[in-house]
């Protein structure tokens, strides 16, 4: 069973930037895609960022130019740089792991982003 533990949440003004990170464990095998999502008060959870085992990158548009998401298979981490930070990003983020068809899911971390 992989575990995931997010941190890099917190609160920015706008403009300002974060960086989220979250680290596998409880695997000798490198994880094989990554994704983060969010949830915002109200709104269905979304996929922002995901980065498959060959290293392609999507993005939701509303993040597109702004995030970035990365990893570092030598620690089974993957990362969400985020800058020029909006109030509409405002979410819980979660990041999202899958080895061999298998999913698990970090505790989520808060973004808040005000004026």
């Known amino acids: 069973q992989v575990q995931l533990v997010e941190s890099g949440g917190g609160s920015v003004q706008a403009g300002g930037s974060l960086r989220l990170s979250c680290a596998a464990s409880g695997s000798a095998f490198t994880i094989n895609s990554w994704g983060w999502y969010r949830e915002a008060p109200g709104k269905q959870r979304e996929l922002v960022a995901f980065m498959s085992s060959g290293g392609i990158r999507n993005y939701t548009d509303s993040v597109k130019g702004r995030f970035t998401i990365s990893r570092d298979n030598a620690k089974n981490t993957v990362y969400l740089q985020m800058n020029s930070l909006k109030p509409e990003d405002t979410a819980v983020y979660s990041c999202?792991?899958?080895?061999?068809?298998?999913?698990?899911w970090g505790q989520g971390t808060q973004v808040t982003v005000s004026w």
């Open positions: 999202r792991a899958t080895l061999f068809g298998q999913a698990s």
